[in-house]
């Protein structure tokens, strides 16, 4: 592509998972988008790695403390400029949104597996 893709978040310092599942997801459609599987060109650590950055890879950076709500940040870095995405949560209100939104959509359903694709009809 021409750039190198990094995916940085940050939340709070009780969140248990890392990467969130938003970051993954993230990760998941931009290596889609690129036809590649994130399962071989995600990097989530690169301590005692040696040597230039593998321009097909798509990183992972982490960041855990206080009260963070969830911050995400897409950055596409190349020569001379970079491009970032970001996404800053405040407050947990905008998620129980979206939660009563997924019920509302869920009330009356056949039984089935849906995801917040389906919630915000992006299908």
């Excluded at 996404?87 to 869920?106: M, T």
Aim: with cysteine.
């Amino acid at each position: 592509t021409g750039y190198d893709i990094e995916i940085v978040e940050a939340h709070h310092r009780h969140k248990v998972d890392a990467p969130s599942g938003t970051a993954l997801k993230m990760g998941e459609v931009i290596a889609d988008a690129l036809g590649r599987d994130l399962k071989d060109c995600a990097v989530y650590e690169r301590y005692g790695h040696t040597g230039e950055r593998d321009p097909s890879t798509i990183g992972f950076a982490t960041i855990r403390g206080g009260d963070i709500v969830g911050d995400h940040t897409v950055l596409f870095a190349g020569t001379g400029e970079r491009i970032e995405i970001s996404h800053k949560s405040s407050s947990r209100a905008g998620y129980a949104q979206g939660s009563l939104r997924a019920v509302r959509f869920l009330a009356g359903r056949k039984s089935g597996l849906y995801d917040m694709f389906d919630v915000l009809g992006l299908r």
